[in-house]
């Protein structure tokens, strides 16, 4: 959540409700800035901003650097970022019980876990691979939602989750070209089930009656809190100071996921929260695109194979019904 990992994905468990109308507001700036296309515009400009921080996190461990110092750092930008957005919004942090709950619920089950393990792991494994895992979310919280009865069964949703696994297969098979080791792959999907798990959490308990970027400002706030003693008992504390290639790699990483979802939450607003969930195939995409910029990385054909089957599967995942009833 929060930040969708490490690697700042499209958050399924922080949902945005638009409102009645889904049709941007007439009179509301030019013509072109309450169009279909801008909106486009900014779908595509949001899923290749987050797609970066895939990449952006692996340099970030690049010198060393451990996972909750990272954590602790990734949280506290995103904090002083996204506080600033609610100080403009004038709309800041909620301290009810629930919320409180929700902050430290959360925190722990979408920020510290599933971050830890992206760090831990995509020190092993190709930045573009852990773009295309992190697209197992939607798989692994089907099942989930199903055993809740927060989702019904359909046969096309179960078709999308068997593309799911073959995807992952062919990631982990021989054909992958030795990319990927096959206990990095199991702990780098630690993450997404860890996401799955909060997203059907969510579903089932709602977000305290706030909106997505209180949560997410709350959270943030929480998670630093959190991460601070963890990274300075277990000797993982990270200094910053003097910032070379690896710190500005996490500054913008932690930068850039906030501003793009508080841009995500505006456009769901506006555009509706279904077009804007289509942002998660670009960061999938252009996750792999930014490895290859900006590291290098090159892939054997299965991988591109497993990346447009694991795509396929999440078209077919995706609940119908609430398309029908929030599309533009």
């Not at 994905?9 to 072109?32: N, Q, R």
């Not at 279909?36 to 970030?60: E, Y």
């Not at 092993?124 to 773009?131: D, E, N, R, V, Y």
């Amino acid at each position: 959540m929060s930040d969708g990992g490490a690697g700042g994905v499209v958050d399924p468990a922080l949902p945005v409700v638009p409102p009645p109308s889904c049709s941007p507001t007439k009179g509301e700036g030019s013509a072109f800035f309450s169009s279909r296309w801008f909106f486009v515009l900014v779908l595509i400009t949001l899923g290749v901003g987050w797609g970066s921080t895939q990449s952006l996190g692996k340099i970030a461990t690049a010198t060393g650097h451990q996972p909750f110092g990272l954590i602790f750092w990734q949280m506290a930008i995103g904090a002083l970022v996204l506080g600033a957005v609610s100080l403009l919004r004038g709309k800041g942090m909620v301290f009810t019980r629930p919320a409180m709950t929700f902050y430290v619920v959360v925190a722990v089950i979408g920020t510290l876990i599933p971050n830890a393990t992206f760090y831990a792991s995509v020190v092993h494994l190709p930045a573009g691979i852990m773009s295309i895992l992190i697209s197992t979310v939607p798989f692994l919280a089907f099942p989930m939602a199903l055993a809740l009865g927060l989702d019904r069964f359909s046969a096309g949703r179960l078709a999308g989750l068997a593309l799911g696994l073959v995807g992952v297969a062919l990631i982990a098979s021989p054909g992958a070209g030795g990319a990927v080791s096959g206990g990095w792959l199991l702990l780098a999907m630690v993450g997404p089930l860890f996401y799955a798990i909060e997203a059907n959490y969510v579903a089932k308990g709602g977000t305290a009656g706030m909106d997505a970027v209180q949560a997410m400002f709350g959270v943030s706030v929480v998670g630093t809190v959190l991460a601070a003693p963890i990274a300075l008992g277990t000797g993982q504390w990270v200094d910053p100071f003097p910032l070379g290639r690896a710190e500005w790699a996490l500054i913008a990483s932690s930068a850039v996921h906030a501003v793009v979802y508080a841009s995500y939450v505006w456009l769901a607003s506006k555009a509706g929260s279904v077009f804007a969930s289509q942002t998660s195939y670009l960061v999938t995409g252009s996750g792999v695109l930014w490895a290859m910029l900006l590291l290098g990385e090159r892939f054997p054909a299965t991988v591109w194979v497993a990346l447009v089957v694991m795509l396929a599967g999440v078209a077919l995942v995706q609940p119908r019904e609430r398309a029908r009833s929030a599309e533009v």
